[in-house]
Structures are given as C-alpha cells and as structure tokens.
T-cell receptor
Framework: GEDVEQSLFLSVREGDSSVINCTYT??????LYWYKQEPGAGLQLLTY?????DMKQDQRLTVLLNKKDKHLSLRIADTQTGDSAIYFC?????????????FGKGTKLSVKP | GAVVSQHPSWVICKSGTSVKIECRSL??????MFWYRQFPKQSLMLMAT?????????EQGVEKDKFLINHASLTLSTLTVTSAHPEDSSFYIC??????????????FGPGTRLTVT
C-alpha cells in the first residue's frame, strides 16, 4: 500500500537552515504537502507542490521534489524558535480513496536558541 | 489560506454519553470533509470521508454506528461519538477540501477537539 516515511526528530540552532526529508511510495501521487502542527493544535498547511514540479519556493520555505527517487524535502531558511513544531509530509494519490492524503509520522523540529 | 473551525475545542464527558463535534469551513464551500483521529505523538488516522449530501465513507476498522458523520451542507460536518468509552478519548481533527478551482487540491484542517471520556 501507499506509505510515507519521515525521520522523527531534527534539531537545529536558531538562524541555521533546517531540512526535513520525506520519502513516499505511490508513484501516482499528484500533490505533495507539508503541514505544521504546534502542540495541542490542528495542522497548518505550509505549502504543497504538484508532481510535475521540481521546486517551489515561498519566502523562507523551499520544497524540492525528486519524483524519480520519490523524495520530497522541506528547507526552512533562517530557522527561528517559532518554527519548533511537528512537520508532516503528506501525499495525495490519484483517484482511489477519493484522493485522500497519506501522512508520514511527522518530524519533530527543535530549534535551540 | 482558508479557515476551518471546530467546536468545541475540548470536551469531557462521562462514559456512555454521546458527544457531537462540529466542523465548519468559514470562507469556502467544502465539497469533501474528512475526520481524523490523532493519538499522542502519532500521525493522523483517517476515520471517514464525507461528501456533502451523501453518506460518509468509513475507513476499515472504524465503526460507522459509533462515529456518526453528517455532512448536511457545504460548510458544516458533524461527528457524533455515540456511547463514548474511555478508549474513545483522543484528539479529533476535521479537514475540508473545496471542489471549486483553486481549492480542489488544498486541504485545510481544523484546530482539533480534545475528547476525554471519564
């Protein structure tokens, strides 16, 4: 079945760049998403990329997609303490299951001052 | 981005009672709404998908008679946990996706409802 994998933890220093990686198995994925979840809160849609794109940049966020390797990454430039949260990668397949999102387990980003 | 609200944000109820959680898309019409359950330090588990005006589609292992979902309008879906038990205690998150262009591929999440059954 479809699967999305992420590393569970990442720790960086304030001001550094953070790179969160994700791999997925569904080659028919149409859209890939990054969500941010702060403690006790719902998920905030950060950005998404269509599967025919290689890169998307939005302010401090850069998404890179290697469709051949089924690898997605999220780079956060100039990471701030407010970026500390859990980041979920998700992929949306084509057709089946009404195109539901398949989530990774989330990467907990800790930003040290 | 679009806004999805949930009410209540937290609820404590006694075992055997029923609890209704509301999910509203505030600034767009959500043709499809999703209900997720999240256990501590875990990812989201999809419970069911509902399209406005039709019956919800439940994921395998989710009891449809226990978790009643109603998607009566394009901006409102409700999840009712019937005869709640302590094992139903969890964080329930709804999500909405629009059908119109510009929203069909954006899925927004509510802030979640913390349910504690005593």
């Amino acid at each position: 079945g479809e699967d999305v994998e992420q590393s569970l933890f990442l720790s960086v220093r304030e001001g550094d760049s953070s790179v969160i990686n994700c791999t997925y198995t569904d080659s028919s994925s149409t859209y890939l998403y990054w969500y941010k979840q702060e403690p006790g809160a719902g998920l905030q849609l950060l950005t998404y990329i269509f599967s025919n794109m290689d890169m998307k940049q939005d302010q401090r966020l850069t998404v890179l997609l290697n469709k051949k390797d089924k690898h997605l990454s999220l780079r956060i430039a100039d990471t701030q303490t407010g970026d500390s949260a859990i980041y979920f990668c998700a992929e949306r397949g084509y057709g089946g299951s009404q195109g539901n999102l398949i989530f990774g387990k989330g990467t907990k980003l800790s930003v040290k001052p | 981005g679009a806004v999805v609200s949930q009410h209540p944000s937290w609820v404590i109820c006694k075992s055997g009672t029923s609890v209704k959680i509301e999910c509203r898309s505030l600034d767009f019409q959500a043709t499809t709404m999703f209900w997720y359950r999240q256990f501590p330090k875990q990812s989201l588990m999809l419970m069911a998908t509902s399209n406005e005006g039709s019956k919800a589609t439940y994921e395998q292992g989710v009891e449809k008679d226990k978790f009643l979902i109603n998607h009566a309008s394009l901006t409102l879906s409700t999840l009712t946990v019937t005869s709640a038990h302590p094992e139903d205690s969890s964080f329930y998150i709804c999500s909405a996706r629009g059908g119109a262009s510009g929203r069909a591929y954006e899925q927004y999440f509510g802030p979640g409802t913390r349910l504690t059954v005593t």
